[in-house]
């Protein structure tokens, strides 16, 4: 199954996937995971997010379980298939394949749930194209407003809402699904983002926590000059400004022992001889605990201001998302760990699977990565270890199911 989507999305000249929410990598991925689904004879939906979602033994429409009754007692498996700019091929698309793997092994050995299974392609996870992470399981969890979601833009500086229509889709649908209330648990098979499962020699672990996290855009407003006839001294040049505030932010997250990272820029009016108007920068900070992102926050912003107050330029901040601490289910995760004999692990990386917590009792299964590497082409997990992942999955099916 991996094999049969290697090509869509993928950028020749990089190697690296740029499936962002609703480009045409993207619409090709949804048309994939429905096939995928009616090969199996699961009913697939789409929610008006834009998660699809595949049932086996539930009809779309809210049919009786295996169980031979209706009710939040399904169990959800999946992940997404969406990228970051020039990601990798495992980060969401394997949690998905997973789930479709574990119950064609389910089926092969003959095994009969004991209550409806599902398995969700969440859309816009990565939020590379809108701004806003887990975008799609936000909404359906209702942790996210319609009107706030539609009114995010694209670089382009269009709308979700347009974006929607121009793909067939009614806006007027976005907000909380109710799909999910027939939803008792959720466990999301992940690659690992890190290197505890290469320090362990384990092939699968299951995570224990989530680390708080978010995304900051800070606006640095001067004014726009000539390179070659403006002084030093009489410029108000707002890039020293943002460039000084990466070169602290990066201290900062250093003794603080957490993550710090502006991987967006962009410069307004963007000439090369030309002292720019403008600079926005997307600050990605994380850390171990709420309170210690809190502190990291305040000090990245303090020297952002001195920063800017010498170089006499303005400066604005927008918290575009937030996300506290995720602990998971401790009982969930306690009982998966056992049945599979696997080790325990957190993480610094969000996931739908953090979104749902807040809803649902949810837990998550790593499966190995030699290199720790993600959110880049050199990202990559063994077969073995994938065939693992998918036994390990089957498995949590028969403890859960």
């Given at each position: ?7 869509i ?5 990089t190697g690296?996937?740029r ?5 045409d ?13 009616a ?17 086996l ?21 999946g992940s ?19 789930s479709f ?12 749930p004991?209550?409806?299974i599902?398995v969700?392609c ?6 590379a194209?809108?701004g ?11 942790t ?14 269009c ?5 929607m ?5 009614d ?11 027939r ?5 999301e098979?992940?690659?690992?983002q ?5 320090h ?6 299951v ?5 708080p ?16 006839t403006?002084?030093?001294?009489d ?6 400004a943002y460039?000084a ?5 990066t201290?900062r ?6 993550r ?7 410069v ?5 001889n ?6 926005s ?15 990291l926050?305040?000090t ?5 201001r ?11 901040v927008?918290?575009e998302?937030?996300?506290?601490a ?18 325990s ?18 837990a998550?299964l790593?499966v ?14 063994d ?5 693992a992942?998918v036994?390990a999955l ?8």
């Amino acid at each position: 199954m991996l094999a049969a989507i290697e090509r869509i999305g993928r950028d020749r000249r990089t190697g690296g996937y740029r499936r962002f929410a609703w480009n045409d990598a993207d619409m090709e991925l949804r048309e994939w995971f429905a096939g995928e689904a009616a090969a199996r004879g699961m009913a697939c939906e789409e929610d008006g997010n834009g998660n699809q979602v595949a049932w086996l033994g539930a009809g779309a429409s809210g049919g009786e379980g295996a169980s031979g009754g209706e009710g939040a007692d399904a169990l959800l498996l999946g992940s997404h298939l969406d990228s970051v700019p020039d990601g990798g091929a495992y980060d969401g698309p394997l949690g998905v394949v997973s789930s479709f793997a574990a119950l064609d092994q389910l089926r092969r050995d003959g095994f009969v749930p004991s209550r409806p299974i599902a398995v969700a392609c969440f859309a816009d996870e990565e939020g590379a194209r809108f701004g806003v992470a887990c975008a799609g399981s936000r909404l359906a969890a209702g942790t996210l407003a319609p009107e706030k979601a539609l009114a995010l833009t694209d670089v382009d500086g269009c709308t979700l809402a347009e974006v929607m229509r121009a793909r067939g889709r009614d806006p007027r649908r976005v907000g909380r699904s109710a799909w999910l209330d027939r939803v008792g648990a959720f466990v999301e098979l992940h690659v690992e983002q890190g290197r505890a499962l290469v320090h362990s020699g384990d092939a699968v672990g299951v995570a224990t926590a989530i680390w708080p996290h978010g995304r900051w855009r800070l606006d640095f407003s001067g004014r726009a000059d000539h390179a070659g006839t403006t002084p030093m001294e009489d410029r108000r040049d707002p890039m020293p400004a943002y460039a000084a505030t990466v070169v602290a932010a990066t201290a900062r997250a250093v003794d603080a022992q957490a993550r710090a990272t502006f991987g967006r820029v962009v410069v307004e009016p963007g000439g090369a001889n030309a002292v720019p108007s403008r600079v926005s920068g997307w600050l990605d900070a994380r850390a171990p605990d709420d309170g210690a992102l809190a502190r990291l926050i305040d000090t990245v912003l303090v020297d952002a201001r001195a920063a800017a107050a010498q170089a006499r330029v303005g400066l604005g901040v927008t918290v575009e998302s937030a996300s506290p601490a995720v602990g998971f289910d401790t009982a969930l995760r306690e009982r998966l760990a056992a049945v599979l004999a696997a080790p325990s692990l957190p993480t610094g990386a969000g996931h739908d699977a953090g979104v749902l917590s807040r809803v649902v009792p949810t837990a998550m299964l790593f499966v190995r990565n030699p290199t720790g590497v993600s959110h880049s082409p050199d990202e990559h997990a063994d077969d073995a270890d994938c065939a693992a992942g998918v036994d390990a999955l089957a498995t949590v099916v028969r403890e859960l199911a």
